[in-house]
């Protein structure tokens, strides 16, 4: 079974891969309607209302909830070699 690198899911189905495509390492939530894999800010801005809708939180608390998830996934961590590198 694969891990969403985005979002965490688990991937069980050809229909949880993005375009049904059990190649790729995100999930159909985590894709845009052309495929590729959102951006760290649309995955965050999706996440923080899905934190909203699903556990009652508020705007802030959900964002900050995501935002720690997110950072520990494999597309969204700083290498830490690159860190201070801007």
């Known amino acids: 079974?694969?891990?969403c690198v985005a979002c965490g899911m688990p991937m069980t189905e050809v229909a949880?891969?993005?375009l049904g495509d059990?190649?790729?390492d995100y999930c159909v939530h985590c894709m845009r309607p052309d495929g590729t894999m959102?951006?760290?800010?649309?995955?965050?801005d999706s996440l923080s209302a899905l934190i909203?809708?699903?556990q009652?939180?508020?705007q802030g608390v959900a964002r900050n909830a995501?935002?720690?998830?997110?950072a520990r996934l494999p597309a969204w961590k700083v290498?830490?070699?690159d860190e201070g590198t801007d």
């Open 1 to 3: 079974m694969k891990i």
């Open 16 to 18: 949880d891969f993005a």
């Open 22 to 24: 059990v190649e790729k």
């Open 38 to 44: 959102q951006s760290y800010e649309e995955k965050l």
């Open 52 to 54: 909203v809708r699903t």
């Open 56 to 58: 009652g939180l508020d």
């Open 66 to 70: 995501a935002r720690n998830m997110m």
């Open 79 to 81: 290498d830490e070699a």
